[in-house]
């Protein structure tokens, strides 16, 4: 079997399950939600809306604002192609097709590689929910409380185009996990204790404790944010930290998690015999 062929028969698994709309829906209602919350609280405090002395002191100045609830999109919602990602390759595990799978492709390169061309079309799939649910929403709040929204700016569709780039990552990553990790319950319960608490409470404390911070950044979540170049948890300040890698570092960076997984799942469970 070609790759194509490898490629078209995965995708054929995932739109004849109902996994894949189910998240696309949480994924567009959750970043679309946070979005225009978050616009609508900055916007508000931007522009002194909401009165008093916090008007004198927005959290982000109205030049920061797009770029930052725009990056909602992958700030928040990376969890759910990395998900989809490990979902691709566990549930052949769990659901014993991987014996059919290897029957019609038994190159098993071939047969990995045709779940990480579905997996770029997942990503792309899913950073085009994500995106429309971001910028939609936060550009028509910003917009209501009369902040430039920046959507004619060159600079505006090269974030979301690094949004869409980091979408497709993430699935490489989750695609290594699933491959390295057999279980799907131990997969999917690893990637959400990582990247909802573990992660996150590491990045805090980098951010209090000297040295730390060189050693977080480099950490997935952080590599994401770096690549896209913009995020409500590094940006609060109105720029870019200091100290802040090229958003291409990032992106190398995300690759070497992706082929560090990819390569010790082939190595480990993907030669193995299934049954």
Do not use: C
């Not at 490898?6 to 939600?33: C, D, H, P």
């Not at 029957?103 to 390169?109: D, K, V, Y």
């Amino acid at each position: 079997m070609t790759l194509a062929n490898a490629t078209r028969s995965e995708l054929t698994k995932q739109f004849t399950t109902s996994m894949w709309w189910i998240l696309g829906i949480v994924l567009f209602l959750y970043v679309g939600a946070t979005a225009a919350g978050l616009a609508a609280t900055f916007g508000a405090l931007a522009n002194g809306s909401l009165g008093g002395e916090a008007s004198n002191t927005p959290a982000l100045p109205a030049a920061a604002l797009p770029p930052v609830i725009y990056s909602i999109a992958t700030a928040v919602g990376y969890v759910f192609p990395l998900l989809i990602g490990t979902l691709l390759v566990t549930g052949e595990f769990r659901h014993k097709t991987l014996t059919p799978t290897f029957l019609a492709t038994p190159r098993r390169g071939i047969a990995l590689g045709g779940k990480l061309v579905a997996g770029a079309v997942m990503g792309t799939l899913y950073a085009g929910l994500a995106l429309v649910a971001a910028v939609g929403s936060g550009a028509a709040l910003l917009a209501l409380f009369g902040i430039d929204t920046q959507l004619t700016e060159p600079a505006t569709w090269a974030l979301i185009g690094r949004m869409a780039l980091a979408f497709v990552l993430w699935v490489f990553i989750g695609v290594g996990v699933g491959t390295l990790v057999r279980n799907q319950i131990a997969a999917v319960v690893g990637v959400l204790a990582f990247t909802q608490f573990i992660e996150p409470i590491l990045r805090t404390v980098g951010g209090f404790v000297d040295g730390v911070s060189n050693i977080t950044r480099l950490l997935p979540g952080a590599s994401s944010d770096t690549l896209v170049g913009a995020s409500i948890y590094t940006n609060l300040g109105g720029q870019a930290p200091q100290g802040a890698l090229e958003w291409w570092v990032g992106g190398l960076l995300m690759l070497g998690y992706a082929a560090v997984f990819l390569v010790a799942g082939w190595l480990v469970s993907w030669r193995r015999d299934v049954s």
